[in-house]
């Protein structure tokens, strides 16, 4: 059987795109490292596939942007916006074109058809499909989520953030709080619920002591989630996007309650309707558009300059106060 990079990475101990660089990057630094994968790739006798490395003379023009899911995607806004920067970046040079890693059939990703991929993560699955490009030595960024590989990483800190957003609540007071997380399986998921817990704690509080209810980051599962928790006697509402936020905004109307007089609401996203709808809801922003584009920009540098940079790279998520929080302490 023929050696594959994946072999070679494995060997040395380190990443299939640092192994594409060391055998077919002319540009790679001259390093130990470099010398030694060179080594290890002709001992176990590694022959590079010349058609493949025929074919990706010639570009495509051609950009992948994957995300981890479409059909159950949080909200439309989010592929738009994501599109939208990409597109604001790469201009009429390059086609793009969008797929969910969960349709994706491994082994079919042809490294011909393709310059280079953006990869939305939100889920651990997404590794295998990732582990995939690399192998395949198709150039990668991934955005919106921290992945511990050797590419360009492009996200904010959304547990920090949902900390300012708990904070917001109780610096005004609040102690009656629920919560509408979203879908267990997701990072962003996990990385809010850790933020908020920080936060009670923070302020010397029991994060266990709050009802929480689970909704899909669609507006339907925030009415839902909201009618359940207002069974209890809350004066605030912490919600993990916007869109569960106006959907628990409905439900406490549905019951006679008003927000912010009787029931102060929080969202995550700056959602596009936040600030223009008769809701003006108080927010975290997290720029999308901006964290695509970074991305897009990071990826155009590798295709058009040979500039690798593989930085972590965190982008500001900052708190929005509208009209949706009532001051207790007043």
Known sequence: MAVTIKDVAKKAGVSYSTVSRALNDPNADKSDKKKRILKIAEEMGYVPNQAAIQLKMSRSYVIGLYFSTIS???????????????????????????????????????????????????????????????????????????VFLDVPNVTTDEAGAMEKAMDCLLENGH???????????????????????????????????LPVEHGTYRYASGYQAAKRLLEQDLTAILSFNDEMAFGAREAVTEVGLKVPEDVSLVGFDNWDLSGYANMKLTTVERNMGEIAREGTRILLRRLEDGIIDNRRVYLENRLIIRETVKNLNA
């Open 72 to 146: 159950k995607m949080s909200s439309p806004f989010v592929l738009h916006d994501v599109l939208t920067g990409v597109y604001s970046v790469v201009g009429s040079k390059y086609n793009v074109i969008v797929k969910g890693i969960d349709m994706h059939e491994p082994g079919t990703l042809n490294p011909s058809f393709l310059d280079g991929i953006i990869v939305l993560t939100q889920k651990d699955d997404d590794l295998e499909f990732m582990d995939e490009v690399l192998n395949k030595g198709i150039p990668m960024v991934a955005i919106c989520r921290t």
């Open 175 to 209: 102690r009656r709080i629920g919560i509408i997380e979203g879908n267990s399986n997701l990072d962003s998921t996990r990385l809010r619920h850790r933020g908020w817990r920080a936060s009670m704690t923070k302020h010397g509080l029991d994060p266990d002591s």
